[in-house]
């Protein structure tokens, strides 16, 4: 059992947990041994290495994880490092289904997340994709043509608000479903509001 101290906020998550506490707590004792300091973020257990976030314990339906806030520079010697979704640039998860995966796999996930900390204690960053590398589709850029202020308030918004825009309005197959999310948020953009602000 680790000596770190464990956060009260973390012990309320795990109390709560409907699904997935025996594995939390299996993960939870495991990057508590790496000596990273315990924190809630995002209402998620999160661990930090002298305050930069290093890994996080979240779960979803089918299957728990440890996500690598920068698990994009891992060398993942094992292969196991997943990408949640294509968009995803810098974290990675590691994925479980029961306890058992955990026990097996303990030395390899604190190899990772040693591995994680002196990504941290090298200084190195992830080269995220600029904002300029996405799309603007064709409805934005028509709205952007006709209303220049819109233009200038969306080059306003900090790039991740921006990006979450480019990637939302740019999903839908049809364009009339394009033309109508673009519409929809033409205000909130105008007022120089992110997409969930």
């Known amino acids: 059992m680790t000596t770190n101290i464990m956060n009260p906020k973390v012990d309320q ?13 299996k993960l939870r004792n495991i990057v508590l041994d790496c000596n990273l300091t315990e924190e809630f973020k995002w209402m998620h257990p999160c661990y930090m290495f002298d305050n930069k976030n290093i890994v996080l314990i979240h779960g979803f339906k089918d299957y728990c994880a440890l996500l690598f806030h920068k698990g994009a520079l891992l060398k993942d010697a094992q292969g196991i490092l997943i990408q949640q979704t294509e968009n995803v640039q810098a ?14 796999m303990e030395p390899i996930i604190k190899a990772y997340i040693y591995e994680a900390v002196e990504v941290e204690k090298a200084g190195l960053e ?7 590398e996405y799309t603007i589709p064709e409805e934005l850029q028509k709205q952007f043509d006709d209303i220049p202020a819109l ?21 839908p197959k049809q364009s009339k479903t394009r033309a109508s ?14 997409l969930n602000d």
């Open 13 to 25: 998550f795990l109390i709560k947990a409907k699904k997935w506490r025996e594995e939390y707590e």
């Open 91 to 104: 974290a990675r998860q590691i994925r479980f289904t029961n306890i058992q995966e955990i026990i097996e």
């Open 126 to 132: 992830v080269n995220y994709k600029k904002n300029t």
């Open 151 to 171: 233009k200038t308030s969306f080059e306003a918004l900090t790039p991740g608000r921006q990006r979450a825009y480019l990637l939302f309005f740019s999903d």
């Open 181 to 194: 999310r673009v519409e929809k948020y033409k205000q909130h953009i105008l007022e120089g509001k992110g």
